[in-house]
Each structure stands twice: as structure tokens, then as C-alpha cells.
């Protein structure tokens, strides 16, 4: 509290004194580091400048849900970076189409085409396929790992499936479109083990370098097609090996000349021995337990860098290739060494080292990469460096999960990114990814995507509740309006609630709890408005507007709304959203107000026909449009721009429900009519003769047809008697209702 006192003296004005209020410290934005495994005050080096180096896509095929999951995430992460806590970020991201999967896939797709080019007969292709599956199923045998081995195992299905037939045909002596038909069906199938097998053949001739930049070059124009429709932003630059090569080979030999790398047979290789004994680095910091793990290691050298000869190359089992010596059927360039080519983890370093300098503020990447590849890359980087601080903060985003399985394109289990949007817009996607944290496992599954359904619905409705309310003619002194306890209540929470929204963003970032704290804020609005309505009072246009505008604000810091929608959800697709609201909408409202007239008269007059004219424009032409209109009884008919498609789904599901509410009715009435039915039959029965029937359990009876004796002769007792008798009582009424309504006509 701020303290302001006096003291009067003798003769003397009293002087006041001021201290300043005491407040809480702000809190400061921290950031998990995967070098100290903990959340650590992010402190770029140089003011406000982020220099931030991501690991991009090594581009041999479609890219799928697993990219999405680091690169939506880095650019959520970048954007509040950005446009919340204000730093200027230069964010560089390199695209490797230098690779040993790339060098594989581009001369097996290659030879393959060139296979399929020269139309093999049947006869040839069952040949080749069977031997084809030699080494293939010698694969199948010796692989320990269950997913792969079953994945391999419906490949070979497959194949099978699709051979069999040709076979047959074979035999048969088919001929023309259906022995060709058939042909073409094994070819698809066998595609992946023919490739191989081809390439175990026929790869070494492979000589043409253009074969090896052609296929990186599409699936990276196919790439970046889908960042662009994730609404992800591109890099500030952008940095591929092929490029950098001349860089690349200055790096390789200041480390040799540093004494942390060594020529062996044309390849050059990381001292990670030397280095590690070094007093002033260390090897691997992000993940020292991994060290002498060699599937890791092997993975990280690539396919076709991994051989006994290789390995007697290398003075140390973890030193790993800076530089490799190509062999027959791989790219190459010249160096010191003769013609090879880079080694996969040496490109970041000198491409990140040749624009970032010797030490960056972030380095990201997805949690697999930690080991080898960034352990590797820190490596080598501090020996060319000389330094200890080569990355500041390790960013690594978590895994992604299908449907609680484990995502592998080597095992045949991604979704393509494309497939994906197929399915939900990239909002949807971007808000199932916000309401994760950016370094947990994502689970991509019909319950995430529904949760980040159900979250855009809801905030969406209030987005358009506020715009209905801020259509609404209002002077200019209308605008501001008198705060009752109601708007003082819902101020302090709209503050509360941005207050707690920025903590969680300092806490590392933490969207799912930032959405969280604006979903409960929107609950809070919406409970205002309802009271509001309840009592036949306006709601305070500025402060919804207010609260409204924020929201909106930080959905656009976090690239879920496109920059040209001033408040909610654009309406019409990208590029479209105000300017179409504010075109159309004065339109809507006079449409709207000329069908709330004639639907008055139509009541006051009794015409039906008119009031199912307007139903029909409600509920059938202008969702066509996008138009949504809500009739609210006793209130103005309320006017809302929404997605066409959104509409046409709501109007489905609204059919449907309608039509399980019909169904319902007509069973409850066949119920009913089956129950009137048998109560009708069972009145017809004269009570002189309900018992006769059960000869199983009576075998004697009075004169009025009670019974007096069970089925083995012995007389019943007077509890029975009594209750058989209540029975006979109540027939005899039943009976006589029955008579009744025979005489009076009334039965149907």
C-alpha cells in the first residue's frame, strides 16, 4: 500500500511523504531445458534477439502427423515468443536431402520404375517375385522386434494374396485385360519387396546425381504445402545440405585440426573418446545414460553406412561419421578425404554454426533426437567452437501416438498430414496440440480430436453470442453503461483470468492450462448473459467486446485464428472472415426482421403455411448459405454467420435426432396399442373362466370357476384361496368394463 504522511511543526507546512506500493514481483517466462532436465528463466543473450536453429524434415516421403506434432508445436512456442512476450525471434530451420534413407529411396523408387517401364510379363514377374521374397522372408526370420515383424508379415500377406491369382491365371492360360489386370495388382503389392531386392541387385550402377536430388526436391515442395496448411510460418531462412556442402567440409576439417576427428578410409569420424576426455567438454549431456547404446548409434549412422568394415574404421565404437567415403550408387562430392559425402549430424552444426555463430539461444527438435543426433551435434559443434555453450535452451516436443500405438513410417503406422486434414481443419488439429503440453506424449485419436472439437464449438458460440450483442443499434452514449455488481464481478474475473492465462504461459509455455483459464472465462461470460436475459436486461456491450477481443487476441498469438478476423472465428475460410460479415450482415438483419413481421401476422392471423415458410428458410436455405438463425421466444431473432459445412452437419445431426425421437414415438405408440390389445383380450375373459385354463396347477374348481385344489389334489390353503379370490374380483370388474363398452359401442 502506498503510504503518504505529514508532520505539521511550529510554524512549519506539513511535508508529505510518498513510498512507492508494494507489489508482487511479475513472473518470468521459463522454459523446460532439456540440458538441465528442468524449467529454467529464459534469458536470450543478446537483449530481446532469439536465435533459434529447429531440425527440420528429411524429405523422402509424405509428411505425416508425427511432423505436424513437432513443427505445429515449435511454431505455437515461436508465435507466443513472439507476439507475446515480445522478443525477436530469427528462427532457422535446415531441410536434409542428403541421406542414407533418401539415397535408398530415390534408387529404389528409380530402379523400380525403370522394372515396371520394360512391362514384365507374368510369367518374369512371378520369377522375380519369388526371388524376390528369398532374402525378404531370410528378414522376416531374424527380425526380433514385434512390430516390425508383423508389419512384415502383411507385406508378405500381401504379396501373396496378389501372386496367388497370377499364378492361377498362369496355369489357366489367361490371356489380354485380365492375366495384365492382374499383373498390375502384384506389382503394386510386391512394390516394396521388388524395390528392395532390385536394389541389393542393381543399386551400385546407380550413378546419375540428378536421380538423388529429384525425389528431396518434390516431398520438400510437398512439405512445405502442408506447413502452409497447418497455418504454420516459415522459417526466416531456410538451409538444405546440398547447399551447404563447401561449409560443411571447412567444418569437418577445423575439427580434425582441432584434434577431435580422424581420416579413416576416405571417411572422416568424431574422437568421441578425446573429447570426452577432455577437461573442458563433455559428451552427451542431453542423454549421458545413452552412451555405448549401438542400436541408437547405428540408427543415427544411417542404413547404408552400417557394415563390419565401417565398423573397423572407427577407433572407438561410439565414434560416428563426420564425413562418410561414398560408395558405388551414392552421391558424392570432392573434399580432402576423395569424393563423399556428409554424415547426418554434422550438417546441423555447420549450417546453424555458419548463420547462428558459436552459440544460439534455442535448438529443437522432436524428443527422439536427443540421442544420438543432438547429442552428436553438440559434440562436434563445441569442438569446432572451442566452447562448453553451444545451445543455450534444448527444446524437444514430445511423441505422438495413433490411437495409443506407437508412430513409425518404417513400421507403416503415420497418418500424412493431408490424410488428416482430409478430416479436421487446422485449427481443429492446432487446438488439439494447445490443449497438450508441447512436451508430452500426444495421443492423435477420435477423443483428442473430439475434445478440440467440442473447445472450437464452444468458443465459437461465444464469438457469435458477442457479435449479436454488438450488432444491437446503440447511440454513441450508449456505449457507455453503468456498471452494476454484476460487471464489477465479471471485470475482476476477466482479470483474474489473464492473470492466470499469463502465469501459465511463463510456466513453460503451458497452453493447455492458458485454454483452460479462457474456457472457464467464456463459462463465466456466458453465465452474465444468461442473468442478464433472465431479467430482461441488456448485457454491457464494452465489456463482452472487452473480453471477447482478448480472447481473440490470444488465439491469434497462438495461430489459431488467421490475421484478417478482427474478433472470432473468421466466417467463410481464410482470407474471407470480416469482409464477408461485415458485406452480408446488414442484409441478414433486414431479412432477418422481415421474417420476424410476417411470422407475427402468420400467428395473429393463423396461418400455418406461412410460418412453415419461414421454418423452412430457417432450417433449410440459409445453412446452405451459412446462415444460422436463432428464434428466441419473446426476444429478437438472433443472426449468425457461421461455416456452411458446420451448418449442414448441425442440420444432419438435428435429422437424426428428430428421426430417433419418431422412432421412439412410433414404438412407444406400437407399445401401447400391444399393451391396449392385451389388456382388451385379457378383459374379454369372463372371470368364471380366467382359471379353467391352468389345468398345470389346479385340478378342481367351484361353481364360479374359482379354484379349490392344486394340481396334486390337495386343497389350497385360505392364504391361497384368498388371493385367488382377490384376482377373481378384479376380473369380474375388468369383465364388466369390458361389457359395458361393447354395449355402448366404444370398442375399436
Known sequence: MAACTGEQGRGQRAQPRWSPPAGTEPCKLRLYNSLTRSKDVFVPQN?????????????????????????????????????YFHLDVFYCMNVTDVDDKIIKRARQNHLFEQYREKRPQAAQLLEDVRAALQPFSAKLSETTDPDKKQMLQRLQQAVTLARDPLEDAVRAGAAGEELEARVQVLLEEAKDVLSEWLDSRLGSEVTDNSIFSKLPKFWEEEFHKDMAALNVLPPDVLTRVSEYVPEIVAFVQKIVDNGYGYVSNGSVYFDTVKFASSEKHTYAKLVPEAVGDQKALQEGEGDLSVSAD??????????????????????????????????????????AGSLLGSSMDIHGGGFDLRFPHHDNELAQSEAYFENDCWVRYFLHTGHLTIAGCKMSKSLKNFVTIKDALQRHSARQLRLAFLLHSWRDTLDYSSNTMECALQYERFMSEFFLNVKDILRAPRDLTGQFEKWEDEEVELNRNFYDRKAAVHEALCDSVDTRSALEEMRALVGQCNLYVAARKAARRRPNRALLEGVALYLTRMLKIFGAIEEDSALGFPVGGHGTGQNLEATVMPYLQVLSEFREGVRKIAREKRVPEILQLSDALRDDVLPELGVRLEDHEGLPTVVKLVDRDTLLKEREERKQVEEEKRRRKEEAARRKQGQEAARLARMKVPPCEMFLSDSDKYSKFDENGLPTHDADGNELSKGQAKKLRKLFEAQEKLHKEYLQMAQNGSLQ
Open 47 to 83: 537483449g530481446k534477439k532469439v536465435t533459434w536453429y529447429c531440425c527440420g524434415p528429411t524429405v523422402y516421403d509424405a509428411s505425416h502427423m508425427g511432423h505436424a506434432r513437432s513443427y505445429i508445436s515449435f511454431d505455437i512456442l515461436r508465435r507466443v515468443l513472439r507476439d
Open 310 to 351: 565401417r565398423l573397423r574404421e572407427k577407433r572407438s565404437a561410439s565414434d560416428f561419421a563426420l564425413w562418410k567415403a561414398s560408395k558405388p550408387g551414392e552421391p558424392s562430392w570432392p573434399c580432402p578425404w576423395g569424393k563423399g559425402r556428409p554424415g547426418w549430424h554434422i550438417e546441423c552444426s555447420a549450417m
